[in-house]
């Protein structure tokens, strides 16, 4: 397939591009739901319907990835 020959171009680039993990920002310690919440509470409450706007918090909150240099080819390798 396809993606077998553009994953690996993909990240190689992607190395290229972005500065060492090791000088990067940490995600450890930060309670990723009250992030991802936060961050998008005011795209949801502005587009959403006030009935729905918790059920459509709960589902993205875990829903979303936060790529970051250092964890971007793994997650990159885990998706299909």
């Known amino acids: 397939m396809m ?23 940490t995600l450890e310690g930060l309670d990723m739901v009250a992030y991802t919440r936060a961050k998008i509470s005011p795209m949801v409450r502005g587009l959403f319907p006030r009935v729905e706007q918790d059920t459509v918090l709960a ?6 990835v ?7 080819e793994g997650v990159l390798r885990s998706c299909m």
């Open 66 to 72: 936060v790529l970051t240099p250092a964890n971007i």
């Open 59 to 64: 589902v993205l909150e875990r829903s979303v």
């Open 3 to 25: 993606y077998r020959v553009l994953l690996p171009a993909l990240i190689a680039e992607i190395r290229r591009r972005v500065p060492d993990p090791a000088l990067s920002p």
